[in-house]
């Protein structure tokens, strides 16, 4: 899972040249993130199916008022 092949940065990455995001790595029981600015530091792995309710509940979630 931690081969550079297997990671991928995310579709919002930050402004300029993209280096503010996280990179994820799929297998087909865990996805694994990392902070593509340090990415030989650490790494998370979460099983699949609890990442996909994180990322839902994160599309759900209400943009802070100004």
Not at 13 to 23: A, L
Not at 36 to 63: E, H, I, N, V
Request: positive net charge; glycine residues 4%.
């Amino acid at each position: 899972m931690t081969t550079p092949e297997n990671w991928r940065k995310s579709s919002y990455s930050g402004p300029g040249d993209g280096n503010e995001c996280v990179e994820i790595a799929t297998t087909p029981t865990h996805t694994a993130v990392r902070d593509s600015k340090t990415p030989a530091r650490a790494t998370l792995a979460f099983p699949t199916p609890a990442f996909a309710t994180f990322l839902d509940a994160l599309k759900k979630r209400q943009p802070p008022c100004p």
